[in-house]
């Protein structure tokens, strides 16, 4: 009967697991991810109120969340670090005043209903309504795109306080590659100094001598047929004695 050898235990790597709200698109920074490091990244799209709850879950190593642009404090549990902001747009149905600017000042908005998506269940029901003409709603640019509609139309606008987009991760986390994506999504090129890749010392190569060549000394044997470097030997009739040569221009004593 015959018995089949143990496979070897996997040894690959977990993929490196980033989470991120709507509205932020990581495709360049996956994009870089693959063409430089060989471990598997998973990207998830999750909803603004799970997002932390997914990071401190261990769901996701690091994560790319929704901030205030001013007053933000940073939970003691987090590292974060702001990235970008992002304009604020006023969504209103397509028939309103607003069709006629390019752009509004909050103040010209003085006297509209306000809605909110977090109380209204998701920013598409919130548009629904905006639709009906019930309500105006102020949002992140990057998510009116994403939940665009025929009936509503958005314009930027100027006084409100924006959102930033910012990248955290748990202080106690200790995976380089997450210190890897974190200097990409920074802009850091693969061989910036700061970044763990380039850190690692590079293997020394030992330099290897050639063989020593058939019939030299090194390989223990002799010359095979070769003469001596040097002055070269006159050769003479075996026996015979060697007549020294008389210098030019002297006659006989």
Do not use: C
């Amino acid at each position: 009967m015959s018995q089949e050898s143990p496979q070897p235990a996997s040894t690959a790597r977990l993929p490196l697991k980033i989470a991120y709200v709507p509205g932020v698109t990581p495709g360049k920074w996956i994009s870089r991810w693959t063409e430089r490091q060989g471990r598997t990244l998973t990207p998830e799209q999750v909803e603004e109120d799970q997002i932390l709850a997914v990071l401190r879950r261990r769901e996701a190593d690091l994560v790319f969340l929704r901030i205030p642009e001013e007053g933000y404090e940073r939970p003691a549990d987090l590292h974060a670090i702001p990235l970008y902001r992002e304009q604020p747009v006023v969504a209103a149905p397509k028939d309103h005043p607003l069709s006629a600017f390019d752009e509004v000042e909050l103040a010209d908005l003085a006297g509209e209903s306000f809605l909110e998506a977090a109380e209204l269940g998701s920013t598409a029901m919130a548009l629904e309504i905006v639709a009906s003409g019930a309500g105006l709603m102020i949002l992140p640019m990057s998510v009116a795109r994403i939940h665009s509609r025929r009936d509503v139309l958005t314009r930027p606008v100027h006084g409100v306080d924006g959102s930033r987009i910012a990248v955290a991760w748990l202080q106690d986390t200790e995976d380089p590659d997450v210190d890897e994506f974190i200097g990409i999504v920074r802009g850091r090129t693969a061989n910036s100094s700061r970044q763990p890749s380039s850190q690692q010392e590079p293997v020394k190569k030992v330099r290897k001598s050639p063989p020593p060549a058939a019939g030299s000394k090194a390989s223990g044997g002799k010359s095979a047929g070769k003469p001596a470097r040097g002055k070269p030997v006159r050769q003479g009739r075996p026996g015979a004695a060697r007549t020294p040569r008389r210098k030019p221009g002297k006659g006989r004593g």
